[in-house]
């Protein structure tokens, strides 16, 4: 998430209280758009009130950049706003408001009482569940392979020619008012992560074969089989407290707990990544924020990679995006409290593992000081082994056009450090046709980047894909295909004559645009307010084919010959869930679908500026 420093004063003054009510209902690669309904309010809450209109109403009352609207957190439910002050994401940041503060200003943002909405049960599988064991189909990583090339191979009974007879089969509806992030699929299981804890799913039917309610504040999960454990695959989860935990896919039994930050600001957003009896996990934190408090002493978090011991949980050696470490600056001008630097870099994006260099790259985020560092805004190889640095490269656009005419935020003329530079999707360790391997990246700005994996990281080629800004460009992960990369394209923002959205094929050899097919422009199903066609979310792909997602609500499929549309569902609308209530569904973004077992797995309302809650289940016909 970006804030510039040359804000206006009254933004500046915002509290952390203030900071700790919008910040955990978009993470750091989602957006908001400005929306004029208010919420009709069921219920009042005068001490809520209190303390909205002191703290937050600067903020959501005339939202700018990604903050949202107040309409947009109220369509969450008190208990999911409460959650995640308490045990979520935000736990850090509202440390300063008491239990009863955090009720009363749920309540009064969403205008419900607890336990007004709805409560999607557990829907227990009526049979007992037989061990879970990976199977051909899977996609039990973020990226469906070490390399994140967002492609599954084998779809089953998914063809191109099927996919126009798409159907939905069920839906099931997230627990505390808003979905998370997609599933992991390992065997028949499918593994869901709640603000309710974490859910084994029957990827047939929908039912719960178990669930844990204790595990929360999880963003995402990654399966692996151990060699060492023999018919025993674990669930590996971070956290937003800097813990790691590893669970038995089968029972849900946890199997060890590790911390692996101490700062108090440190999560893990990605998906932990996996090789042979290791894993490996980017570090990243909510320290940017607090830099807007003149009392915090900004800032101290740098981010990092660690590699753990996959049986046991040890810490194996962890290394830092930014190598110095922070020491004392300047005071603040204004409240006089020490500033400390350098800080940043924070690894949110999934990992990408590079087995024949024995290399792991992480993707950084921006400097907190918005002053260059040799780690921000970057795309550091790191060695599996070791954790020694290879290379490091920061690549920036070498047309600044589009920022120094068009954004709002115009300090990425001048400032390398700008948050327009940071890396939200991760690298894909990509193969070009005649056989070349290139580590391809997506930035911010809008530029596709290919780096040269056997020269230190050498720019190879550039391709500007999108007009970008601080919400716009490449948000989402990218499919690579027999050397072609598919690319979704955010610019949630973008000024005229440009127009969000957009779907494009690079060849992975020269960068070369083989098409780009527009968004289409349709009205959201819940209406102009928070309606936008972005397409901020990762995709996935099949032979042939290649979905996308998009903030109007819409999951498309797209033919990868030409870039014609195959199927279109809009999943912005209600479903009779199978876990005994109705969900809702909203716009598309972050990390939403996945295929696996002849089926799409899509997550409607996650990361969005219109939540939803609802996981669907599409396969053909509906069978």
């Known amino acids: 998430m970006s804030i510039h420093h040359h804000k206006k004063p009254l933004d500046i003054a915002i509290s952390v209280v203030a900071l700790s009510l919008w910040i955990f209902a978009l993470p750091r690669h989602a957006f908001a758009e400005e929306v004029a309904a208010k919420p009709e309010l069921q219920t ?7 303390i909205y209109r002191q703290h937050c109403a600067p903020c959501h009352d005339h939202a700018h950049d990604n903050i949202p609207m107040r309409i947009v957190i109220a369509q969450k439910s008190p208990e999911g706003i409460v959650s995640a002050l308490t045990t979520g994401p935000m736990q850090a940041m509202a440390a300063g408001l008491s239990a009863e503060d955090r009720r009363s200003v749920a309540q009064y943002i969403t205008g419900k009482a607890f336990g007004s909405d709805p409560n999607p049960e557990a829907n227990i599988c009526a049979s007992t569940r037989p061990v879970v064991w990976p199977g051909d189909s899977d996609w039990s990583y973020w990226g469906r392979d070490r390399e994140n090339t967002l492609f599954q191979p084998q779809p089953g009974r998914l063809s191109a020619e099927a996919i126009p007879r798409l159907k939905l089969k069920w839906s099931f509806a997230y627990p505390g008012g808003s979905a998370i992030a997609e599933p992991i699929a390992v065997g028949d299981r499918l593994f869901l992560v709640t ?17 844990r309610e204790e595990i929360r504040g999880v963003k995402m999960a990654t399966a692996a089989s151990l060699a060492a454990a023999p018919k025993r695959v674990l669930l590996f989860l971070g956290d937003a407290t800097g813990n790691l935990t590893a669970i038995d896919a089968s029972t849900g039994d946890r199997i060890w707990a590790a911390k692996v930050d101490n700062h108090p600001t440190a999560r893990l957003t990605g998906p932990v990544s996996f090789y042979g009896d290791r894993i490996y996990a ?3 934190s909510m320290e940017d924020p607090l830099s807007h408090d003149p009392a915090y002493p900004c800032c101290t978090f740098r981010g990092s990679v660690v590699s753990l011991d996959a049986a046991t949980g040890k810490m194996l050696w962890k290394s830092y995006s930014i190598t110095k470490s922070p020491e004392p600056l300047q005071q603040h001008p204004a409240a006089g409290t020490q500033l400390y630097g350098p800080a940043g870099g924070a690894i949110y994006a999934p990992l990408t593992i590079d087995v024949k260099r024995n290399a792991i790259y992480a993707v950084t985020a921006e400097s907190y000081h918005r002053d260059p560092t040799d780690g921000s805004n970057a795309v550091i190889a790191f060695d599996l082994d070791s954790g020694a640095r290879k290379w490091v490269r920061q690549p920036r656009p070498n047309d600044n056009a589009p920022f120094c005419k068009n954004q709002d ?4 003329c001048v400032n390398s ?8 999707a991760p690298a894909v360790l990509a193969t070009t046709r005649p056989g070349k391997q290139l580590l391809l990246v997506g930035q911010k700005s809008g530029v596709v980047y290919a780096l040269d994996p056997d020269r230190g990281g050498k720019l190879v080629w550039e391709t500007r894909v999108g007009q970008g800004g601080s919400m716009g460009g490449v948000l989402g992960g990218f499919s690579v295909v027999d050397g072609t990369a598919y690319v979704a394209v955010s610019d949630s923002t973008a000024k005229s004559p440009n127009v969000p959205g957009g779907l494009v094929a690079l060849d992975v050899a020269t960068g070369r645009p083989i098409w780009r097919t527009p968004a289409p422009d349709v009205t959201c199903s ?4 928070a309606c936008s066609r972005a397409q901020p979310s990762s995709v996935a792909a099949i032979p042939g084919l290649v979905f996308s997602g998009s903030s109007d609500g819409h999951m498309r499929a797209y033919r990868m010959k030409d870039g014609s549309i195959a199927w279109d569902f809009d999943t912005g609308r209600e479903f009779n869930a199978v876990n005994g209530v109705k969900g809702a569904g909203g716009g598309i973004g972050g990390y939403p679908v996945i295929v696996a077992h002849d ?22 016909d509906g069978n």
């Not at 089926?599 to 599409?618: C, D, E, I």
């Open 417 to 424: 450090a700008s948050s327009l530079f940071e890396f939200a």
């Open 526 to 529: 819940w209406g102009s307010d």
């Open 44 to 50: 009042e809450d005068a001490k809520g009130e209190t």
């Open 195 to 211: 603000s309710g804890g974490i859910f084994a799913i029957d990827a047939e039917t929908g039912c719960t074969d178990w669930h």
């Open 599 to 620: 089926s799409v797995f899509v997550t409607s309302g996650a990361y969005s500026n219109h939540p939803g809650n609802v996981l669907l289940s599409f396969t053909a």
């Open 282 to 284: 980017g570090v990243s």
């Open 409 to 412: 935020v115009d300090d990425a």
